[in-house]
C-alpha cells in the first residue's frame, strides 16, 4: 500500500519534487496572497476550473517590466466572465494592482502573466451554484520567445479538421479549450507550425492561440468578423496601427469573411497573438504564400507593435 501523508510531510513532500522553475510567483485568493515557490503553486481538485473548465482566463506579456495592453485583457476578462454570468471577486482596478503586485515580486523585467477566474471550488457536479464562489490565480512566469529564425524564414499552416466551436463558445475566453488543444496537436502531428480552423462554408476562423490575417490582392490588410473566432488583443492593435502607417503597399484594412483558398493567392499571411507578435506565415498546405518570401508588411507591423510594446 501506498504511503498516507500526513500534512507535515505531504508539504515536505511537495517541496522536494522538481517542477517548474520558470514559475516565479502565484497569487491565490484562497489564501490573499502569494508564493514563490512553483511546487506550492495549486488549485483545488475541486474547483470547477479544474473538472469542468469552468472559468475565463488572459494570458499578459510583461515587458521592461510593464503588462502590455493590461486594459484590454482586463476588458476582454469581464466580457468573459459576464458572458458565462460569472462574477468577478475582485474589481477591475483592483486585479489590475494585483497584476502589477505580482510583477514586481516575481522580479522579471519581462515575461507572462496567467491570470485565471474560476468558478471556485465547491463538489464535483455541474451545478455552478455549489461552490465558495469564485476566484482569482494569478501566475507570473518567464517567457520564451519564438526562434528568430520563425519570422525571417516564415511559418508553415493547414487547414485544421478539428470541429469548430459555436460563435457563442467561440469569442468567449474560457478555459474549456479542448478543441484548441486538439488544433494544436494536429499542427505538430503533421509537422506544421499551426493548423487553421474553418467554418462549414470554408471561411477562415482562427488558429489554436491565434488570429490569422493576410493582405489581400487589391493590398488591403483583412481578418475574419469576430462574430466566430475570439477578437485578439494583438491583432486589434496591429490593426490599429496599420491605419495608423497606411503606406503605397497597404491600401487600408478591412473585416469580412475570407475563404480558406484566398490564402494560396494572398500577397502575404501573417499570425497575431500575444506570444508571437506578428509572424509571417510563408507556407499553406505546404504550397509557398506570394512570393515565398516574408513580406514586407509582416515586417512592417511587427516593428511597429514592437516599438508599440516599448512606449506603453
Not at 502590455?68 to 462574477?87: C, D, F, N, P, V
Not at 486538439?182 to 462554408?201: P, Q, S
Not at 490588410?221 to 462574430?227: G, I, K, N, T
Amino acid at each position: 500500500m501506498k504511503k498516507v501523508y500526513d500534512e507535515k510531510n505531504w508539504i515536505e513532500a511537495l517541496s522536494k519534487q522538481t517542477l517548474n522553475a520558470q514559475y516565479k510567483i502565484m497569487y491565490s485568493s484562497l489564501i490573499d496572497g502569494f508564493v514563490k515557490n512553483s511546487n506550492h503553486m495549486m488549485i483545488p481538485v475541486d474547483d470547477h476550473l479544474v473538472h469542468r473548465g469552468d472559468g475565463v482566463f488572459e494570458a499578459i506579456r510583461l515587458i521592461q517590466f510593464r503588462p502590455y495592453l493590461l486594459t484590454e485583457h482586463l476588458a476582454r476578462l469581464e466580457k468573459s466572465a459576464a458572458m458565462i454570468g460569472l462574477k468577478l471577486p475582485k474589481t477591475r482596478s483592483e486585479i489590475a494592482e494585483l497584476i502589477h503586485e505580482a510583477c514586481v515580486l516575481s522580479e522579471l523585467k519581462d515575461g507572462m502573466i496567467r491570470l485565471f477566474i474560476s468558478r471556485g471550488p465547491g463538489d464535483f457536479s455541474t451545478n455552478p451554484y455549489a461552490t465558495v464562489g469564485s476566484q482569482i490565480y494569478l501566475v507570473v512566469t518567464h517567457f520564451t520567445p519564438l526562434d528568430e529564425i520563425k519570422y525571417l524564414e516564415g511559418v508553415s499552416v493547414l487547414k485544421s479538421r478539428i470541429p469548430q466551436k459555436a460563435s457563442f463558445f467561440a469569442t468567449i475566453k474560457s478555459c474549456n479549450y479542448l478543441p484548441n488543444v486538439l488544433m494544436k496537436k494536429e499542427a505538430i502531428d503533421l509537422k506544421c507550425d499551426f493548423a487553421i480552423g474553418v467554418d462549414e462554408r470554408g471561411f477562415l476562423l482562427e488558429s489554436s492561440t491565434e488570429n490569422i490575417g493576410l493582405v489581400d490582392e487589391d493590398n488591403f490588410l483583412v481578418h475574419p468578423p469576430l462574430d466566430m473566432v475570439l477578437q485578439g488583443c494583438t491583432m486589434t492593435r496591429s490593426f490599429e496601427l496599420a491605419k495608423q502607417h497606411l503606406t503605397a503597399e497597404l491600401k487600408g484594412v478591412q473585416v469580412r469573411p475570407i475563404q480558406f483558398d484566398e490564402l494560396f493567392t494572398a500577397k502575404e499571411v501573417m499570425m497575431f497573438g500575444t506570444t508571437l507578435d506578428v509572424l509571417p506565415v510563408c507556407y499553406v498546405e505546404e504550397e509557398s504564400v506570394g512570393t515565398g518570401n516574408v513580406g514586407e508588411i509582416a515586417k512592417k507591423l511587427r516593428t511597429l507593435i514592437l516599438e508599440d510594446q516599448k512606449a506603453k
